[in-house]
């Protein structure tokens, strides 16, 4: 007819069969609602009462409470919850209560259901008489939704209708937890809604929501496209605790994408408390160590062990709090935290006293130390990986003490001793940590080898109290950035060389046409008032004719060193002085060697304990320094003969050590006392 202006083809989405994909079609049906306008904000008062986690679970809920329509409550379906509905032919329609009710109004069909479920096809076989026409009425054919019975969970499970008094036990639930993804409309809220209509009060004290599992990628699992993960595959692959540590450790608010990729991070910290499970219990059989039988009070171990044990009862403290916040990622990652702590700072900086020979109170404490750390470690993490907790405990506890409880779940979870608590000590500890961690950076940075000695660390930092707290763990610092001495300076400028330069993107906006002028001010600053401005101070300067201040974020500090290696973080500078004389070179020399030695022992598969001889050829100035540290190296590498000269050994090797070439032999001495 010519009518037709244009004609257009859009790509839209098109609904289809989760299961087969097959092409649905729309088709209008009548279905039964319950009216929402009264019940509303009853349930939104019920809801206020509850503990949403995370917090904006509850704005979601009265989200979806404000802006719902009525509540469908039936489906064309054949299984599922029988709607007690009756509707006659004339209009009439009833709910019946219950089946005392039913059974009084039954005219037809109540011997067929008696002793069945309240299920089809049972139930359809009872008929009641309309009370307002006198005519038999069926039930209707819908099933109830099956959020319906969800939502009286609290109620049907409990014998709610028959024994009252057993349902008050049990009523409210503490704890429910589902994937919020749509169960703010779902079973959330059934079940607030049952119950504001038959208590008026929450169901449930806490919900914690989470969000979805997605491929690694961020994309929904689904077995068509490939990408799904089976239970069986990722338990086999991957393990069932490394698997619980993914969940346990995720934002519950965030979606978590499980892969094995994400996999491999977790073993890797699963690793590091493994290795540190092994280091003690490797050194406690040699020495036959007997936690039931060593005592030393806490309070006189060293400093390291007291640190420890401060981080291990605030530890627990951290723990209990936020699992009684349902805060499990808490814990996860307070613990992640505490095993790097343990093993890269505690068991490094104590190796030696479990290495000495001497079985003296020192070394018993570093044992009871760590001994009563993996323990304790064990009982924290029952809860979140019970095989791998329960596999240390067996080995740590039971096989010590046959009278300790019979496993790890057996045992009280444990309760922290807030007097070992030291928060000053645990401050002094992070600054002492933060310096070395500085001090690696710097070394990194001119190529030299921790295993280098250096004369001097040089800490600069204008706070009297961070340079006490330095200086109470100023021995541990020298040990583990390896230099002779610490000193420290107030004024950054004695360490660097400070210039200052315009930062415009500020000047530009807070002083107009004035910043150019400012601009060639901050140029011409002094190297005082360049070093106030680098600890936060303002500066007054005169600009055409007017005082002005210039503020340290106008200002953008450039620091270049003076024959020195710095790294900066905050306020805190540390620099080294890395001029090599012949001694600092020859103990070089000498840890190099050792390094070389112990991974020859290695490689060799010597015990831990077995001494040996060692036999090498090189130059004369590597010659010079092994010979000037021969005792200590046969100390460190349980050495009985050390000679220069040619065997083949248990192993040989050819190598360099700092750039000098060597021939090595290790040869183990069989049996020796």
């Known amino acids: 007819k010519g009518i037709l202006y244009k004609r257009e083809e859009y790509l839209h989405r098109y609904p289809v069969c989760w299961r087969c994909e097959s092409e649905l079609v729309f088709r209008l049906v009548d279905e039964w609602f319950i009216s929402m306008d009264e019940l509303r904000y009853r349930i939104m008062d019920v809801a206020r009462k509850v503990n949403w986690i995370p917090e904006f679970g509850l704005d979601r809920e009265l989200d979806w409470l404000r802006n719902m329509h009525d509540w469908c409550i039936s489906k064309k379906r054949y299984w599922g919850l029988a709607l007690p509905i009756y509707e006659c032919n004339c209009g009439h329609f009833e709910v019946i209560g219950g089946e005392m009710e039913l059974e009084e109004r039954a005219i037809e069909g109540w011997k067929s259901f008696e002793g069945h479920s309240p299920h089809r096809p049972w139930i359809d076989a009872v008929k009641i008489k309309c009370p307002e026409c006198g005519s038999k009425v069926s039930r209707i054919p819908d099933v109830g939704n099956p959020w319906l019975d969800a939502g009286i969970v609290p109620y049907s499970t409990l014998d709610y209708r028959h024994n009252r008094s057993y349902w008050k036990e049990w ?18 809220y059934s079940l607030l ?52 540590w993914m969940f346990a450790r995720q934002n519950p608010a965030v979606n978590l994408n499980f892969g094995y990729g994400a996999a491999e991070e977790v073993k890797r910290n699963f690793l590091t408390l493994w290795n540190s499970y092994s280091f003690f219990v490797t050194y406690a059989n040699l020495d036959r160590f007997d936690p039931t039988k060593e005592q030393v009070d806490p309070r006189d171990r060293s400093l390291l062990d007291r640190w420890l044990l401060a981080r291990l009862n605030l530890l627990i403290q951290t723990a209990r709090t936020q699992m009684d916040r349902y805060n499990v990622a808490g814990v996860v990652r307070a613990v992640d935290d505490f095993i790097e702590g343990l093993s890269n700072w505690y068991i490094r900086r104590s190796r030696r006293r479990f290495w000495k020979s001497e079985n003296d109170r020192d070394k018993a404490a570093a044992y009871l130390t760590l001994y009563e750390t993996l323990v304790s470690l064990c009982k924290i993490l029952a809860p979140i990986l019970p095989f791998l907790a329960e596999e240390l405990y067996q080995n740590l506890v039971r096989t010590q003490d046959p009278l300790a409880p019979e496993s790890l779940h057996l045992c009280d979870y444990p309760v922290p001793d807030t007097d070992m608590i030291d928060p000053g000590l645990l401050e002094d500890m992070e600054w002492a940590i933060k310096v070395v961690n500085l001090a690696r950076s710097a070394r990194n940075k001119a190529g030299v080898k921790i295993r280098q000695p250096l004369s001097q660390l040089i800490i600069a930092v204008d706070d009297q109290k961070v340079i006490s707290a330095i200086g109470r763990t100023e021995f541990l610092i020298k040990e583990e950035v390896n230099v002779k001495g610490i000193s420290f300076v107030t004024d950054l400028s004695q360490i660097l060389t400070l210039n200052a330069r315009p930062n415009f993107k500020v000047l530009g906006p807070r002083l107009g046409k004035l910043a150019g002028k400012v601009a060639e001010k901050i140029k011409g600053l002094g190297s005082e008032e360049i070093a106030l401005i680098s600890k936060g101070s303002a500066v007054e300067v005169e600009v055409a004719g007017k005082s002005l201040r210039i503020e340290p974020e106008d ?11 710095s790294e900066s973080e905050d306020h805190l500078t540390v620099a080294l002085d890395t001029t090599l004389t012949e001694a600092l070179l020859d103990e070089g020399f000498a840890r190099e060697f050792i390094h070389k030695i112990q991974n020859m022992r290695k490689a060799a598969g010597f015990a831990i304990a077995d001494r040996i001889n060692i036999y090498y050829q090189t130059t004369d100035r590597l010659r010079k320094a092994v010979e000037v540290f021969e005792d200590h190296i046969k100390a460190e590498t349980l050495c009985i003969g050390f000679m220069e000269g040619d065997k083949r050994g248990d192993l040989r090797e050819s190598c360099r050590i700092n750039g000098e070439p060597a021939e090595i032999a290790v040869e183990r001495i069989p049996d020796h006392g």
């Open 193 to 244: 809604a049952m119950s504001t209509v038959l208590e008026g009060r929450e169901p449930f004290q806490t919900v914690l929501g989470h969000a979805r599992v997605l491929d690694e990628n961020g994309e929904e699992m689904h077995k068509s496209r490939g990408n799904a993960i089976w239970f069986d595959e990722a338990a086999e692959r991957m393990g069932v605790e490394v698997m619980r």
């Open 171 to 188: 009523f409210p639930a503490e704890f429910i937890t589902e994937c919020f993804h749509q169960q703010f409309r779902n079973w959330f």
């Open 555 to 565: 200002v953008e500090i450039v620091a270049s060193e003076k024959d020195l290696v």
